[in-house]
C-alpha cells in the first residue's frame, strides 16, 4: 500500500512570509497528525484530526498556524506569518484510528523541512 | 498529560556490541508504544509495535519489552553493525488516543 505523502520536501522562506504543507494520508486511515520536530527534539504534537473533526490542537499556535483536513482525507498546515522559530521538520501520520484496538499503528511520512531566514 | 523520557540521550558503542535504549513514561492506561527509526533528515521509520496486553515483540535482531505497571520499555538490538547508526525514537498511544513522543536516542556504531 502507498504510505504517507507529505510536499514539499524542503521549503526556505523569509520571516513574515507564509507557508503552506500538504499531507495525504494512507487510504482508509481515519486519524491524521501533524508534529513539529525541532532539531534534536523529540516531535511535538501540533494537531490531531479524527475523520475532518479536530480531536486536539492544544498546542498549536493558533494566532500564526492553522490546519484543515478536506473531506476527511488530505490535511494542510499553514504558517502565517512565519517566525525564525519554525525552522523544523514538519511531520504528518496517519492511523486507521479504531479505537479500542491495541495494534493501531501510526505511519509518517518523510516529512518537510521548512527553513525561516 | 503523558511525559515520555528517553535515557541516554546519545550513545557509542564499538560494532558487534549490544545495544540497549530505555523509554519511560508516566501514564500506564496506554494502548499501546512504538519505536521508531529517523535517519538524519528523514522520516520515521516503524521499527516494532507493543500491544498493551504483550510482554515483547521481536523482529530479527531487534527485541523490545513492555512493563506497562511500571511503564518502562527497553529496545535491545543485538550484535550491532554501522548501519545501526540513528536516532531511536519510542511513542506511547495513550488511552486518549493521543500519541506522545519521548525526545530520543542517538546512536553510533563505530566501525
Known amino acids: 500500500e502507498a504510505g504517507v505523502a507529505q510536499s514539499p520536501r524542503y521549503k526556505i522562506i523569509e520571516k513574515r512570509q507564509s507557508v503552506a504543507f500538504w499531507c495525504n494520508p494512507i487510504?482508509?486511515?481515519?486519524?491524521l497528525y501533524w508534529y513539529q520536530q525541532i532539531l534534536g527534539q523529540g516531535p511535538k504534537l501540533l494537531i490531531q484530526?479524527?475523520?475532518?473533526?479536530?480531536?486536539?490542537d492544544s498546542q498549536l499556535p493558533k494566532d500564526r498556524f492553522s490546519a484543515e483536513r478536506l473531506k476527511g482525507v488530505d490535511s494542510t498546515l499553514k504558517i502565517q506569518p512565519a517566525k525564525l522559530e519554525d525552522s523544523a521538520v514538519y511531520l504528518c501520520?496517519?492511523?486507521?484510528?479504531?479505537?479500542?484496538?491495541?495494534?493501531?499503528?501510526?505511519?509518517f511520512g518523510q516529512g518537510t523541512r521548512l527553513t525561516v531566514v | 498529560k503523558q511525559e515520555v523520557t528517553q535515557i541516554p540521550a546519545a550513545l557509542s558503542v564499538p560494532e558487534g556490541e549490544n545495544l540497549v535504549l530505555n523509554c519511560s513514561f508516566t501514564?500506564?492506561?496506554?494502548?499501546?508504544l512504538q519505536w521508531f527509526r529517523q535517519d538524519p533528515g528523514k522520516g520515521l521509520t516503524s521499527l516494532l509495535l507493543?500491544?498493551?496486553?504483550?510482554r515483547e515483540q521481536t523482529s530479527g535482531r531487534l527485541n523490545a519489552s513492555l512493563d506497562k505497571s511500571s511503564g518502562r520499555s527497553t529496545l535491545y538490538i543485538a550484535a550491532s553493525q554501522p548501519g545501526d547508526s540513528a536516532t531511536y525514537l519510542c511513542?506511547?498511544?495513550?488511552?486518549?488516543?493521543?500519541?506522545?513522543f519521548g525526545a530520543g536516542t542517538t546512536v553510533t556504531v563505530r566501525a
Open positions: 511513542a506511547v498511544l495513550s488511552n486518549d488516543y493521543k500519541l506522545s
Open positions: 507493543i500491544q498493551s496486553s504483550q
Open positions: 484530526f479524527q475523520n475532518n473533526g479536530v480531536v486536539d
Open positions: 501514564d500506564s492506561a496506554i494502548y499501546n
Open positions: 487510504s482508509g486511515h481515519a486519524t
Open positions: 501520520a496517519s492511523s486507521l484510528g479504531d479505537r479500542g484496538r491495541e495494534d493501531t499503528e501510526a505511519f
